[in-house]
């Protein structure tokens, strides 16, 4: 059975750090592509991070420098440590395969703010 479980959100200051965790069926584990993604207040849903079975990251330009994604293989779980966040971070963040399959967790809440 598929699984996304995301969790680390919260209200942060700009500026600031926040990690998020996302436990994930261990079958779609070892397989895929992982990635986190995110949808703000209006917005399409859009993937900031990608992490491969062999630890190759990339992210796309508006979160580089500032966002690492990581995953640990005894924990089937997934990271993205977040720092400098801006407001315009604020979103839903999920994490789901790259492609994505058709299911998606609940997501975690951030909200950049002062």
């Known amino acids: 059975q598929v699984q996304f479980v995301e969790s680390g959100g919260g209200l942060v200051q700009p500026g600031g750090s926040l990690r998020l965790s996302c436990a994930v069926s261990?079958?779609?584990?070892?397989?895929?592509?992982m990635a986190w993604y995110r949808q703000a207040p209006g917005k399409q849903r859009e993937a900031v991070a990608f992490?491969?079975?062999?630890?190759?990251?990339s992210y796309v330009d508006s979160v580089k420098g500032r966002f690492t994604i990581s995953r640990d293989t005894a924990k089937n779980t997934v990271y993205l440590q977040m720092n400098s966040l801006i407001p315009e971070d604020t979103a839903v963040y999920y994490c789901?395969?790259?492609?994505?399959?058709?299911?998606w967790g609940k997501g975690t809440l951030v909200t950049v703010s002062s």
């Open positions: 992490i491969t079975s062999g630890d190759r990251t």
């Open positions: 789901n395969t790259s492609p994505e399959i058709n299911y």
């Open positions: 261990r079958t779609i584990f070892e397989i895929y592509v």
